[in-house]
């Protein structure tokens, strides 16, 4: 069971994703924007951090950006879930670990998750 932080404006996104994690077995803890979502990872220290690209407060980039730049969180992997802002995340293969369009497939964004989270644990 791995800690995932969810970075997601859209409640019924978040949800529909935090079920979907939740059944393969993770713990996870939403945030509706970027800023929060930093403060729980700040807090939680998760095993992986999944962000939309365009929230409040603190855009997906900036997440990444954030995360990348603090030593202690800069080795948690992130996978952006986007939708028109998806070729930005992949402009930046140094911040995202893999991004994924908006709609995505289930298996495709479980899948992710597992590579993710097995890349991790090899560091």
Do not use: C, W
Request: charged fraction near 25%; aromatic fraction near 4%; glycine fraction near 6%.
């Amino acid at each position: 069971m791995a800690i995932i932080v969810i970075a997601e404006d859209e409640f019924l996104i978040a949800d529909v994703l935090s079920i979907m994690l939740e059944d393969a077995g993770h713990e996870v803890a939403a945030a509706p924007h970027g800023q929060a979502a930093l403060s729980l990872v700040k807090e939680r220290r998760p095993d992986l951090v999944i962000t939309d690209f365009m929230m409040p407060l603190m855009t997906g980039l900036e997440l990444a950006q954030a995360l990348r730049a603090d030593e202690e969180l800069s080795t948690i992997p992130i996978i952006l879930v986007s939708g028109a802002q998806a070729s930005i995340g992949r402009s930046h293969p140094d911040m995202f670990d893999d991004v994924l369009d908006k709609p995505y497939d289930e298996t495709r964004l479980l899948n992710a998750v597992e590579g993710a989270l097995v890349g991790r644990s090899q560091v």
